[in-house]
Nanobody, 115 residues
Framework: QVQLVESGGGLVQPGGSLRLSCAAS????????MYWYRQAPGKQREWVAS???????NYANSVKGRFTISRDNAKNTLYLQMNSLKPEDTAVYYC?????????WGQGTQVTVDP
């Protein structure tokens, strides 16, 4: 069983920054890939970014160049640095990990970008 707990969301003005964190209950060094997803009101959950144990990462086109995903295996924590935020980034952000055949999700953290 893996527990994922997100934090760091909030209200920010357009152009602002936030850093999301996702603390895992196990050593994430044993998890190859970890992900951030988001779900805006009335829309389906969408993939945002991925990071792998080899430190490579991938991003959705909508956030490329503005968001940075990273992981700190020593702290068992996944991060999402979000810069140049836009109103369309408003959503609940979830971290995700697939471990030993089971897909795990956190409870989500709300990000609102509004003047």
């Amino acid at each position: 069983q893996v527990q994922l707990v997100e934090s760091g969301g909030g209200l920010v003005q357009p152009g602002g920054s936030l850093r999301l964190s996702c603390a895992a209950s196990i050593s994430i060094s044993s998890i190859n890939a970890m992900y951030w997803y988001r779900q805006a009101p009335g829309k389906q959950r969408e993939w945002v970014a991925s990071v792998f144990s080899g430190v490579s990462s991938n991003y959705a086109n909508s956030v490329k160049g503005r968001f940075t995903i990273s992981r700190d295996n020593a702290k068992n924590t996944l991060y999402l640095q979000m810069n140049s935020l836009k109103p369309e980034d408003t959503a609940v952000y979830y971290c995700n990990a697939f471990h030993h055949g089971t897909n795990y999700w956190g409870q989500g953290t709300q990000v609102t970008v509004d003047p």
